[in-house]
C-alpha cells in the first residue's frame, strides 16, 4: 500500500515564506512525478508545481518566480518553497504523485503506474 504524508502550511503574512513537504511511503518501485495542487474555496483545484524523476519542472504561470519545486529522490520526498506569498495564494494544498507499485507478479515487479493524493494542507495568506 502506497501513502502520500503531508507537513507544512499554515497562516502568513502577504510576502512571508512556508515549505510543504511530501513523503512517499509503502510498496513503491518508482516514483514518477511528484507535485502539487492547490483548490480555493469555489474554485477548481489547479496545478502548482511538479517535477519529473529527472529533474524536469512545470510551474503555473501565477507562482513562477516565486515558489521552487525539489526533490530527494532517495527519501521519495518532494518539497515546495513557496516566497513572497500573496493572499491570492491561500488554498487547500494537495501533494499528487505517479507512483509505480512494487508488484510481485509482474515481471520486472513494476506495478502499473497510478495516482497517489496527500491529505490537503491548508496554506492562509493574510493582507
Known amino acids: 500500500q502506497v501513502q502520500l504524508t503531508e507537513s507544512g502550511g499554515g497562516l502568513v503574512q502577504a510576502g512571508g515564506s512556508l515549505r510543504l513537504s511530501c513523503a512517499a511511503s509503502g510498496t513503491i518501485f518508482s516514483v514518477n512525478t511528484m507535485g502539487w495542487y492547490r483548490q480555493a474555496p469555489g474554485q477548481q483545484r489547479e496545478l502548482v508545481a511538479n517535477m519529473t524523476f529527472d529533474g524536469r519542472t512545470n510551474y503555473v504561470d501565477s507562482v513562477k518566480g516565486r515558489f521552487t519545486i525539489s526533490r530527494d529522490n532517495a527519501k521519495d520526498t518532494a518539497y515546495l518553497q513557496m516566497n513572497s506569498l500573496k493572499p491570492e495564494d491561500t488554498a487547500v494544498y494537495y501533494c499528487?504523485?505517479?507512483?509505480?507499485?512494487?508488484?510481485?507478479?509482474?515481471?520486472?515487479?513494476?506495478?502499473?503506474?497510478?495516482?497517489?493524493w496527500g491529505q490537503g494542507t491548508q496554506v492562509t495568506v493574510s493582507s
Open positions: 499528487h504523485a505517479a507512483i509505480s507499485p512494487y508488484d510481485p507478479s509482474k515481471w520486472g515487479r513494476r506495478g502499473n503506474e497510478k495516482d497517489y
